[in-house]
């Protein structure tokens, strides 16, 4: 009953940081890249032109980064709770002249024991000049922490980025989390536009309402930078025909406009 009432109390506020994820139209054509269902990822098809890609957070599968390197990119991945990539359910033995490079190392807000920041991973890789890279990212919560205190120098060495937000009923109802909720969107938002969300219908309970309309507990968020596109006129609505429910056995997520 607590929780209940402060998440109407809350309400108002999760508007405010949701406006800061407004998906928009760009200029780009959208493809679809990785698993059918969970862990596939929709980005600008025309701004995959970069060699190099870093994925946080590994999973039960790495369809996206292998689909990925097919394509002529170099593969950084990160995840300290793995000892190794996983292929069809199973552990993937990388052949010697494929470009996925594994490191059982974690990612945070700063360095310490087994965990790296994102521009130490960067400097460690010598690719702090570069200016077109990918970033996928699906840390299970941890992005909040990263997220609201990246600077915008590390943050616009990418061109795109994907990103699993998690926890976002928990983030509302409590003050702390609330604000590094916020602070990573503002974040995020200052060099970079949303053009692509979809709601995780993995997640119990998938979703919570506000002002009669679907917010995913989870939600997947693909941003491109704001120098590098044009924003059309229209909303966009989700799911598209490019999206697939994560949990083939449920129904996708109608998220409508994600407007507020």
Same mark, same amino acid.
């Not at 209940?4 to 506020?13: G, H, M, N, V």
């Not at 679809?32 to 999973?59: F, Q």
């Not at 009923?169 to 590094?180: A, C, G, L, V």
């Given at each position: 009953?607590?929780?209940?009432?402060?998440?109407?109390?809350?309400?108002?506020?999760?508007?405010?940081?949701?406006?800061?994820?407004?998906?928009?139209?760009?200029?780009?054509?959208?493809?679809?890249?990785?698993?059918?269902?969970?862990?596939?990822?929709?980005?600008?098809?025309?701004?995959?032109?970069?060699?190099?890609?870093?994925?946080?957070? *590994?999973?039960?599968?790495?369809?996206?980064?292998?689909?990925?390197?097919?394509?002529?990119?170099?593969?950084?991945?990160?995840?300290?709770?793995?000892?190794?990539?996983?292929?069809?359910?199973?552990?993937?033995?990388?052949?010697?002249? $494929?470009?996925?490079?594994?490191?059982?190392?974690?990612?945070?807000?700063?360095?310490?024991?087994?965990?790296?920041?994102?521009? $130490?991973?960067? *400097?460690?890789?010598?690719?702090?000049?570069?200016?077109?890279?990918?970033? $996928?990212?699906?840390?299970?919560?941890?992005?909040?922490?990263?997220?609201?205190?990246?600077?915008?120098?590390?943050?616009?060495?990418?061109?795109?980025?994907?990103?699993?937000?998690?926890?976002?009923?928990?983030?509302?109802?409590?003050?702390?989390?609330?604000?590094?909720?916020?602070?990573?969107?503002?974040?995020?938002?200052?060099?970079?536009?949303?053009?692509?969300?979809?709601?995780?219908?993995?997640?119990?309970?998938?979703?919570?309402?506000?002002?009669?309309?679907?917010?995913?507990?989870?939600?997947?968020?693909?941003?491109?930078?704001?120098?590098?596109?044009?924003?059309?006129?229209?909303? #966009? *609505?989700?799911?598209?025909?490019?999206?697939? #429910?994560?949990?083939?056995?449920?129904?996708?997520?109608?998220?409508?406009?994600?407007?507020?």
């Amino acid at each position: 009953m607590l929780d209940q009432l402060k998440a109407i109390q809350s309400e108002p506020r999760m508007k405010e940081a949701l406006r800061y994820i407004k998906p928009v139209f760009i200029d780009k054509n959208l493809i679809r890249l990785g698993s059918r269902h969970d862990g596939g990822y929709i980005l600008a098809e025309d701004l995959l032109n970069s060699s190099v890609s870093y994925s946080l957070g *590994v999973g039960a599968n790495s369809w996206f980064d292998m689909v990925l390197e097919s394509k002529g990119y170099s593969i950084y991945l990160y995840d300290n709770t793995q000892n190794h990539i996983i292929k069809d359910g199973k552990e993937y033995v990388i052949p010697e002249d $494929q470009n996925l490079f594994f490191n059982k190392i974690g990612i945070d807000s700063y360095n310490h024991g087994n965990f790296k920041t994102i521009n $130490q991973i960067i *400097v460690d890789n010598d690719h702090t000049e570069k200016t077109d890279m990918l970033l $996928q990212c699906d840390i299970e919560g941890s992005e909040w922490d990263i997220f609201s205190s990246i600077s915008q120098n590390t943050l616009t060495k990418f061109s795109q980025i994907l990103i699993e937000f998690h926890t976002l009923y928990q983030n509302m109802i409590d003050d702390t989390k609330y604000d590094k909720m916020l602070a990573s969107f503002k974040n995020l938002a200052e060099n970079f536009v949303p053009f692509h969300v979809h709601g995780n219908n993995c997640t119990v309970p998938s979703t919570f309402v506000i002002d009669g309309k679907n917010v995913p507990n989870t939600l997947e968020v693909s941003y491109v930078r704001k120098d590098l596109v044009n924003i059309l006129e229209g909303t #966009p *609505v989700f799911p598209t025909e490019l999206d697939n #429910p994560n949990s083939k056995g449920k129904p996708d997520i109608n998220l409508g406009t994600f407007t507020w």
